[in-house]
């Protein structure tokens, strides 16, 4: 069982152009979480995804980013006109279902290193 | 604002010591907790879980962590920690209670470098 996959790895883009970050959960998870990681800082949430409906986006800044997670395909972080700002680590976890017991362990994918030049 | 400190930004040891990487957390009511390695460039692999039952909780690589509700503090100890343990380690902190228990509030991470 493949875990969390995430692509690119790394990723480099210039101020102003837009940013594609893929994330396919692991096999039979339907719940999906973005996290940014800044240097030097812990993970902090962005949002949160089931299959086509944005649960809780409260941790997605209000401008430039958006997600989804199609009924067919990967989870998509996608952000518009990158600033040097955006530059960290970009985590996608996914959970087979929330609240307690053995649904609550999130797994992580390796992240997606996003650097803005 | 429910949230977690760690204590400890960084923490060097010489190998083979003990190691007690600290661990708090603002509030008191239900949680589950949890402590993450993260490998330089690599993603989160999750050392161990606190959901319920037993306050000592045992993880891989022979680390441990106690949950100590009056205190609001689960701190990792090793008993004896090799090279191989150098790493930053995230404490997370999942409240049961309310609407989103589902969000991982995360530490700032303790790096944990181990000496020859």
């Known amino acids: 069982n493949a875990g969390v996959m995430q692509n690119p790895r790394h990723l480099v883009r210039r101020r102003g152009q837009e940013a594609r970050l893929r994330c396919s959960p692991m096999?039979?998870?339907?719940?999906v979480y973005w996290y940014r990681q800044l240097p030097e800082e812990g993970l902090k949430f962005m949002v949160y995804?089931?299959?086509?409906?944005?649960?809780?986006e409260s941790g997605m800044p209000k401008e430039r980013f958006s997600a989804e997670f199609p009924k067919e395909g990967p989870s998509i972080l996608r952000i518009q006109q990158v600033v040097r700002g955006d530059s960290a680590a970009y985590f996608c976890?996914?959970?087979?279902?929330?609240?307690?017991?053995?649904?609550?362990?999130?797994?992580f994918g390796q992240g997606t290193r996003l650097t803005v030049v | 604002a429910q949230s977690v400190t760690q204590l400890d930004s960084q923490v060097p040891v010489f190998e083979e010591a003990p190691v007690e990487l600290r661990c708090n957390y603002s509030?008191?009511?239900?949680?589950?907790l949890f402590w993450y390695v993260q490998y330089p460039n690599q993603g989160l692999q999750l050392l161990l879980k606190?959901?319920?039952?037993?306050?000592l909780v045992k993880g891989i690589n022979g680390f441990e962590a106690e949950f100590n509700k009056s205190q609001t503090s689960f701190h990792l100890r090793k008993p004896s920690v090799h090279i191989s343990d150098t790493a930053e380690y995230f404490c997370?902190?999942?409240?049961?209670?309310?609407?989103?228990?589902?969000?991982?509030?995360f530490g700032k991470g303790t790096l944990l470098t181990v000496n020859p």
């Open positions: 976890a996914s959970s087979p279902g929330t609240g307690g017991g053995m649904n609550t362990e999130a797994f």
């Open positions: 096999k039979g998870h339907s719940h």
């Open positions: 995804l089931q299959k086509e409906n944005i649960i809780d």
């Open positions: 509030s008191s009511v239900s949680v589950y």
């Open positions: 606190y959901l319920s039952g037993s306050t």
């Open positions: 997370a902190v999942r409240w049961s209670s309310g609407g989103s228990n589902y969000k991982l509030t």
